[in-house]
């Protein structure tokens, strides 16, 4: 599928078959976009090299930053990273489900728009039931990113999608507003040590804290 321009195509939530329909849409490696609970994402399937590609074509997102990726249980992480220490997995159990990315190791194998230079992928498990069961149903885990053109405001609304790139995706589930409103903190642990790459919902003192308090701990 191409980035052309195309009918805009806004589903309720509610309507008969609406996820069913979103699901089927990734897993045949389309675009979509979805709420979370931080802001609305534009999403792909992690197996779909052509469907990550147009991510980038649509945001205009540079193509040294890799997408990151939502997961929907534990069990699909394990799939995407190398083995978790228990001070990561601390981490996690604090603040997950919820608006928190964290760059880990990535497993061999994944597409390269998934994984970084550095090797490591960006992974979150949101705190939005939509979005659950969506990235539950189309495999665990999808490729997600806030959907709106790179250095625009993230959408709040599914009719914010719309209007910015609605024409250039497949698909926009509406769920109403997100929630959240603000993208998610991201961090990175490399080499047994806890780095802040972007502030975000949750404050990085907070995350620091845990991790100072985790370390003291060993």
């Known amino acids: 599928m191409s980035s052309e321009s195309r009918d805009v195509h806004v589903i309720p939530a509610s309507a008969p078959r609406a996820i069913e329909w979103a699901v089927e849409t990734l897993v045949e490696g389309g675009v979509i976009a979805i709420p979370t609970d931080t802001v609305y994402g534009l999403s792909a399937s992690i197996f779909s090299g052509p469907a990550l590609d147009r991510i980038y074509a649509i945001k205009g997102r540079p193509r040294d930053r890799s997408l990151p990726v939502l997961i929907s249980s534990l069990e699909a992480l394990e799939r995407l990273t190398e083995p978790l220490d228990e001070r990561i997995a601390s981490v996690l159990e604090r603040f997950w489900p919820g608006p928190l990315t964290v760059v880990l190791p990535a497993r061999p194998g994944l597409e390269e728009f998934l994984v970084s230079e550095q090797g490591g992928i960006g992974v979150r498990m949101p705190n939005h039931p939509l979005a659950l069961e969506v990235i539950e149903k189309a495999g665990g885990a999808i490729a997600c990113t806030s959907a709106n053109r790179s250095g625009e405001s993230p959408a709040q609304t599914a009719s914010e999608v719309a209007e910015s790139i609605g024409s250039q995706v497949d698909l926009v589930l509406d769920g109403g507003n997100a929630p959240g409103g603000v993208a998610s903190t991201v961090v990175a642990i490399r080499d047994h040590a806890l780095e802040i790459l972007r ?15 985790i370390s003291a701990d060993e």
Do not use: D
């Open 199 to 213: 502030e975000g919902a949750v404050p990085s003192s907070t995350i620091e804290a845990l991790w100072r308090s």
